[in-house]
């Protein structure tokens, strides 16, 4: 995979997706743009129905470009410099807490084998090596949903309701968890997944994700 792309750069080297310039293949944006999107102060508070959350960045346009791209256009190479932005966040929010180790929300098989891979997996166990700590499958999706950004606001509270179990309820009983996204919206699917690892009795559940979109919706979330 890596020598194809390699390959694919000399024909089709990569530009900024904002301004077209010429960037290398792991960067998400030229240094110009890179210096727009990034905020310059402490992480953005959000709230996955009672648990804490906090992300990167805002969800505004040049940032939910570079996430559709991330997503569904196969742009796994973003994930280091993403990781260390997240990195730093996490460090900086939660340094009052020790984890024990660092999971994702799970995508359902038949989503997987469409897509491919699972970016909010990639990203959680790029950050294990960055924050030092094991990467643990605990979730699985067991329902198939709607996508719940097709949804409206009302309808997300209960497209997932029965869709995640815990994998091995003796793994996280008495544990303290960071929990992996690539975005937060209402809440509803960080809310689920938290939820359902509560159930196991941790110790303490946080979360964490590259975005927030929680200032489009009407209720407020954030802790």
Known sequence: ME????????FYPERCPYCSALIEATQI????????????????????????CISTFAYDGRVRRMILRLKYHDRTQYIPQIAELLRKDIENAYSCEKF????????HKDDLKKRGYNQSVLLAKELDKRLGLPYFDTIDKIKKTKKQHHL???ERKTNLNGAFKVIDKDAVKGKRILII??????GYTLGNCCRVLSRAKPELICCATIASAQNKYPESTVI
């Open 29 to 52: 944006a030229c240094a110009r743009c890179y210096d727009e999107i990034r905020r310059k102060h402490i992480p953005i508070p959000a709230g996955a129905r009672g648990f804490r």
């Open 181 to 186: 996204d690539d975005i937060i919206t209402s």
């Open 100 to 107: 024990d180790f660092i999971t994702a929300v799970p995508m």
């Open 3 to 10: 020598f194809v792309r390699k390959l694919t750069a000399l």
């Open 152 to 154: 409206k606001y009302q």
